[in-house]
């Protein structure tokens, strides 16, 4: 039996361009993606293979200059690659030429940083602010040891939402004022207790702290109502030992990283409103410690969570528990 007919369809001629696809049919033309389509593509790409799409059509030609996630990565130039003295003049190329009035996302990652580099580093944070980035990640090579020391600028941004810095150094007489912020990750990085009461003071929605070998932090009080989330990674180094944790509205809370045991290692101070505690760090010890001493402070470390209804605990824990 024939088939009936189809009413309205519309029919067209093949033409030589047209290519199957592993169904049959014909594949939609890249130029004829809608923009929003092509910026949810190039938000999952490094600015330099963004770029790189503009050989595409004639239509991608200029399509990257308007993206609104700028992500750089300097991971595969950093290892004695004559390349990578051109990072800087990579990303001041896409700046020149990006058009987007709006920067959602600002990375940059993996730069090796010298002190030539900061008033170019002054300037890329400029245009990410002055265009309301809400993502702004600043992760610089740890060789040599040479910190970029933020600009005053950056302590005052109405738009950024999520933070993270490594390698930097904070003004300690600047005014910080982060109304939407509410991650904040800082890395190898000089904190005293000032600092800290100044971020807390100027993040009023600040949510989730991530404190990664932080050193010159004794005390972390944090009295803000609106932290819930502290991650605490620890460092061998001596001078990132940690005394004491106050944090009475903190409801998760992860310790780890590798510490060297002191006699004053850190203490549980109010933590009365947790639900959740991770102790996944371990401890650097010698033939001459006390593993008394290490058992003791271990056990009222955990007692102090005896309340908090989900607890997981690491290797190094459980081993020096069992002693």
Known sequence: MAAPPVHGAAHRKSSPGDRPNRAGGNRPHLPLLPDDVIHYIFSFLPIKDAVRTSVLSKRWRSTWTTTTNLVFDGFRLRFRDPLSLYFPYLVDSVLRQCTSPTVKKFHLTNFKYRRRYAPKLNLWLQFALGRRVEDLRLWLSDEPWIEYKLPPFLYCSSWLVRLEVNWCRFWSNETIRWPCLKFLSIEDAALGEDMLRRIFRGSPVLESLKLRRCYRVRNI???????????LIGS??????????????????T???????????FRLDDISSLVEAKLAF????????????????????IEKLCGVPTITIGVWCLKVHAQ
């Open 255 to 265: 310790l780890s990283g590798l510490w060297t045991w002191c006699t004053h290692m």
């Open 282 to 301: 371990s401890i650097r010890t010698s033939l001459f410690d006390d593993k008394r001493e290490r058992c003791d402070w271990l056990k009222e470390l």
């Open 221 to 231: 009080i944090i009295d803000s109502t609106s932290v819930k989330d502290l991650v």
């Open 236 to 253: 061998k180094k001596s001078h990132s030992y940690v005394d004491k944790i106050w944090a009475p509205h903190l409801l998760s809370l």
